[in-house]
């Protein structure tokens, strides 16, 4: 009994509980979570992308992109309080939630040969009650409009970079998504008073204050560029694992904005 309490207390307090009070990521869910994003990016590419001969371009990114606005939107929504609060669309169960619903659409795409219509079409569907809950429950519309000034500012140097050395399509659109969410993570914390839920990266606020994410995030953007680069040698699969950086940009990209603009 006591062992039970205890698995119990530490599952509560680690996993279950930060779910609902929005406290933020330490190292144990961190690890679990990356464990299980990298076993699910494995696992898809083995069996989706792999078994039905899927060519990983732009069109991926079209495909996924809507879904992706689906799920944030409707996370964000939760934290405005206007959805009661569901472990299937709380992080991580969001994420498990879109992939479940987006996965017939893809498999319906791939045997029609009409990628990326019938996912990009489903997930526009999802996503259209989400937004209008959005743009009817938003009460500082101008914490979006600081999201996207900063976003432009902090993409110069990639937008830049990419238009004098262009360097692969698929990952020069995920850098631009981890600019959106980057801007709005120092938004949040600098005009909010928000904090950063994210293990290493709140430890960095703490001592250097938000804007030093932006150097951080450039770091670990060239480390993934390089690190798939060299080591994964099949274009394919390089370019998935950079759809797959893709995704974890724009998610919280979207999702935090939202959050902000709906007063939470």
Same mark, same amino acid.
């Given at each position: 009994m006591e062992i039970s309490q205890?698995?119990?207390?530490?599952l509560w307090n680690y996993f279950i509980r930060p779910m609902y009070t929005r406290e933020g990521y330490n190292a144990y869910n961190t690890l679990l979570y990356g464990f299980l994003l990298g076993l699910?990016?494995?696992?898809?590419?083995?069996?989706?992308?792999?078994?039905?001969?899927?060519?990983?371009?732009?069109?991926?990114?079209?495909?996924?992109?809507?879904?992706i606005l689906f799920g944030s939107t409707t996370r964000a929504l939760v934290d405005g309080k206007v959805l009661e609060p569901n472990p299937l669309i709380l992080t991580p169960?969001?994420?498990f939630t879109a992939?479940?619903?987006?996965?017939?659409?893809?498999?319906?795409?791939?045997?029609?040969?009409?990628?990326?219509?019938?996912?990009?079409?489903?997930?526009?569907?999802?996503s259209s009650y989400p937004l209008y809950l959005f743009i009817s429950h938003a009460v500082r519309p101008y914490a979006y409009a600081l999201t996207l000034l900063y976003t432009a500012i902090f993409s110069i140097p990639i937008v830049l970079y990419y238009r004098f050395k262009p360097f692969d399509r698929v990952f020069y659109i995920a850098a631009l998504s981890h600019m959106?969410?980057?801007?709005?993570?120092?938004v949040a914390i600098h005009y909010y008073?928000? !904090?950063? #839920?994210?293990?290493?990266?709140?430890?960095?606020?703490?001592? &250097?204050?938000? /804007?030093? +994410?932006?150097p951080w995030k450039l770091l670990i953007l060239a480390?993934?560029?390089?690190?798939?680069? !060299?080591? #994964?040698?099949?274009?394919?699969?390089?370019?998935?694992?950079? &759809?797959?950086? /893709?995704? +974890?940009?724009?998610?919280?990209?979207?999702?935090?904005?939202?959050?902000?603009?709906?007063?939470?």
């Open positions: 205890e698995i119990y207390d530490f699910g990016i494995i696992l898809t590419y083995n069996y989706i992308i792999k078994r039905f001969k899927i060519r990983v371009d732009e069109r991926l990114i079209y495909a996924a992109t809507p879904m169960g969001i994420f992939s479940f619903l987006l996965l017939p659409a893809f498999i319906a795409d791939a045997r029609l040969k009409t990628y990326p219509k019938i996912s990009a079409s489903w997930g526009l569907l999802l959106y969410d980057l801007a709005s993570t120092i008073n928000h !904090y950063e #839920v994210h293990w290493i990266e709140g430890m960095l606020n703490e001592h &250097f204050g938000p /804007f030093i +994410l932006y480390a993934v560029y390089y690190g798939v680069k !060299y080591l #994964v040698p099949d274009e394919n699969e390089r370019r998935y694992w950079y &759809f797959a950086t /893709f995704v +974890l940009g724009l998610g919280p990209g979207v999702r935090d904005p939202t959050q902000l603009t709906l007063g939470a």
